[in-house]
């Protein structure tokens, strides 16, 4: 039962070659609740002997089936499989604010609902794509050819995700990696299997995806993951966690020189100009970090504000920051629910400690919620007096905490916005919009939000600049992703 008794029901079986069945050890691992620390149930351990199995049922489904050829037979799955998600949309809206503690009103949007709606685009989108394209003749080397191009699914992939957003993500890879042609071995984080394992009962159950076209394998053990990255069956690794992990995958993925496809962290800027409607801007970047308890890669975590508005943006972030209190997921109100673990939840605490040693100030925040003996909760914590070097503006905490950075004009704040490794999000406000567009063309990060405008859709590539990643989800340029291509010529 999830905190306000709705029926949680999650999947313990893996998804091999179509069948769902337990780990070969037999072993399982529990699967808890961040916000009452409850044991929601258990969910097979997946060994290296599953994962085995799982890379050879896909590599089999993709070398002697029609799968990778039959457009018309994979756009019908998807729609299939985003039906039977619908279908069972209270169960799994339910089930994901229980195993990731995300507030319920998100899964009305990215954590569930957007996800789901993804695969109805991605599948419109490989119904109508252009899938060779005629270049007509030439003649190269003097020898007349009739040339086109064709594009090809890339074969068997490994997709690796995190707990964050586990269907947002897991979908994001699953619906254009499928779309394409591709088979797939989805290995989920162990802090979210449920999200995964129900998304494998649904597809064995409820679909006409053939065996061994959709395996998911969770474990507790990280290293299946790298296995996953670096099993010469696998054509492409498709990868969604942090930056260090990501450079881990590359070299695990670096022998069999495969594919490799990186959404990682990010330490996103929040970049107020002096003409910008101060107060407006200040609420939403609270509201913004307050949201999944600011555990999304995307989130913008330092608020850059013209100096000589420091004190007033300080006032008026801490103020709404007070107002968005961390609390029970299962309430529709809920913006700022626990964090996924206790693990995670010390790692948030270290930074907030070390903004102190660091010769910053918390405004607000910094502690647990009073009232909730239970639950991996933080407040929101609102951190100024760091310079932008200083490790907590530096580095990814994935917590509600947002550091505050005066800047002295637009060119500084530029400056200090591109002072990170990452290069994911980031967020421009200004009364004029032509110098806010300038300034967002300026950053470099892979998306930007210019006065509250909202980037995130199925039809929007998603992904990093620099150390944030290599690739980009959703959008055609993500459904390309899992493309290769082919030019073919012959004599004219
Ligand atoms: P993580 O990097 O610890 O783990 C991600 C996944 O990688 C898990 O499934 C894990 O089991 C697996 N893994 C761990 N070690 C591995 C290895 N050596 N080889 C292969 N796989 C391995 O990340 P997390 O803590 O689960 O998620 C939080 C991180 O994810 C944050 O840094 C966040 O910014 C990032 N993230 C990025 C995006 C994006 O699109 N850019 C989206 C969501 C989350």
Not at 42 to 55: Q, R, T
Request: overall charge negative.
């Amino acid at each position: 039962m999830s905190a306000t008794g709705d029926v949680v029901t999650g999947e313990e079986r893996l998804l091999v070659d179509g069948e769902l069945r337990p780990a070969r050890s037999s072993r399982t691992f529990e699967t808890i609740n961040p916000a009452t620390e409850e044991v929601l149930g258990v969910v097979a351990d997946g060994g290296a002997d599953d994962l085995d199995e799982a890379i050879a049922a896909a590599r089999r489904a993709f070398d002697h089936t029609d799968w990778s050829t039959n457009v018309e037979r994979r756009v019908a799955c998807l729609r299939q499989l985003q039906l039977a998600l619908v279908a069972h949309g209270d169960e799994l809206r339910a089930m994901t604010v229980a195993e990731t503690g995300s507030p319920l009103s998100l899964t009305y949007s990215a954590q569930l609902d957007t996800p789901v709606e993804s695969l109805g685009w991605v599948a419109d989108l490989a119904e109508g794509y252009q899938w060779e394209s005629d270049l007509g003749k030439a003649s190269p080397l003097g020898i007349p050819s009739h040339r086109w191009v064709r594009r090809e699914a890339t074969g068997v992939v490994g997709a690796i995700t995190p707990w964050n957003v586990p269907h947002q993500i897991n979908l994001a890879k699953l619906g254009p990696a499928l779309a394409a042609g591709n088979t797939v071995v989805l290995k989920p984080a162990p802090d979210t299997p449920w999200c995964a394992t129900v998304l494998g009962r649904v597809i064995a159950e409820e679909t006409d995806i053939p065996p061994g076209v959709v395996n998911i394998v969770p474990s507790s053990d990280h290293a299946i993951g790298a296995l996953l990255a670096g099993d010469p069956r696998v054509d492409h690794v498709s990868f969604t966690g942090s930056t260090a992990t990501g450079k881990r995958v590359m070299v695990s993925a670096a022998d069999t020189l495969k594919k490799v496809f990186l959404e990682l962290g990010g330490k996103s800027a929040f970049v107020i100009l002096d003409d910008a409607d101060l107060r407006g801007a200040c609420a939403t970047a609270a509201f913004t970090v307050c949201t999944h308890a600011g555990q999304g890669c995307a989130i913008t975590t330092r608020l850059i504000v013209p100096r000589r508005q420091l004190d007033e943006a300080v006032e008026s972030t801490a103020r709404v920051l007070g107002k968005l209190p961390a609390g029970d997921p299962t309430d529709p109100g809920t913006i700022c629910g626990p964090l996924i673990s206790a693990r995670q939840r010390d790692r948030v605490e270290g930074y907030i400690r070390l903004a102190g040693e660091e010769g910053g100030t918390i405004v607000t925040g910094g502690g647990r919620p009073d009232g909730l003996e239970r639950g991996f909760f933080v407040e929101p914590t609102l951190i100024v007096g760091v310079a932008n070097n200083a490790r907590v503006a530096q580095e990814e905490i994935f917590g509600p905490v947002l550091v505050v950075i005066p800047h002295d004009g637009d060119d500084d704040a530029v400056a200090l916005a591109n002072d990170s490794l990452y290069g994911l999000s980031g967020s421009v406000w200004s009364a004029d919009r032509d110098r806010a567009i300038g300034v967002a063309n300026r950053i470099r990060t892979g998306t930007v939000g210019i006065n509250g405008g909202l980037w995130f859709s199925p039809d929007m590539p998603f992904g990093g600049y620099k150390q944030s990643g290599v690739g980009r989800e959703s959008g055609v340029a993500g459904f390309e992703e899992y493309l290769e291509t082919k030019s073919i010529a012959e004599p004219a």
